[in-house]
């Protein structure tokens, strides 16, 4: 009982699959029509032929017959075999189109007389058109054109950003500062001032060369009055760096410095002579650079040391006070910028 109640179930969907199976296999395999086209202008035939195949939306009717569809001959076995039969003839001024259903042998004809030569093969289509699909209506309708599978665009290529560049190098730099200076020898002279330096690196940064100039002055107390030096100078210098870091430099120059310095005396004490003198002096000296800074701006502390091979000296009360002469020793702290 149960198997019979399914079976009874499953009928309708059995049904409805059956119909929807029969009317696609309908549209697939639409019955043959077969045409021909007899004692009519040549130009006619092709014109008939593609307007019965953009109405009927069967492309096979637009083409002359070939061996695989003959043209039909008039008669019963013209349609043997095919599901419908379109016949066109021509008598001067008269068209006969005849159409014959192979399934049920049911034929429909219509006569045309007084045809315009320029619209007489359309009109012969269309009446032929309006003949079969008196059999079938269906055979007016078209097959939907095949869904156009159109290729997705490929997605955008995706390129990496390039890392940014670096920043170019800061090859010229200035800076400016203080200084002490000390001689050291017996009375050797003890100069604060000032300094202003420009420099220039290599490509590479490794190596530099550079130019300063630079005033220091020193006074000092003697038993018999007041003594002073005023000392000048110009250096010249090469260099490389020995520790380079992101804010940290360590760099090594090989100065030659020379300049020129005036002594000079004055006293209280009578009888007691007092003058002014200028000298040169000058020296090789080596300089120790510690730089520290981010991007333009920079801090440098240095050490100088140096020979006067060039020496200065003045005398007081007989003996040497006032000198620019032996070794040196200078430190300076400055502050720059770089571009």
Known sequence: MSLRRAGLGLLPALLAWGGFARDARADVERPPIRMSVESCAPAWESEIRLTLAVELGD??????????????????????????????????????????????????????????????????????????????????????PPARVTKAPPPPEVRAAAPPAPPPP??????????????LTTGGVQAWGGTLDGRRASQDERWSAGVGVEIARDEQSTSLGQTSAMLASARASVGTRVLAGDRLALALDLDARGGIVRLSGTSDVPNVDAATVVRPWAGPALTLRAQAGASWFFAEIAAEAGWAAVSASGLVNGGANLAASGPWLALSLGLGSRG
Do not use: H
């Open 59 to 144: 492309e096979r009717l637009a083409g002359a017959p070939t061996d695989g569809q003959p043209a039909p001959p008039d008669g019963a076995r013209a349609d043997a075999g095919a599901g419908y039969t379109l016949v066109v003839r021509c008598d001067q001024q008269r068209a006969q189109v005849v159409a014959r259903n192979a399934k049920t042998a049911v034929t429909l004809e219509r006569t045309l007389t007084d045809l315009p030569d320029a619209t007489a093969p359309r009109l012969i289509a269309l009446v032929g058109v309006e003949l079969l699909t008196t059999f079938d209506p269906a055979l007016r309708r078209r097959r939907e």
């Open 170 to 183: 800061r090859r010229l730099s200035l800076k400016a500062g203080w200084v002490y200076r000390t001689f």
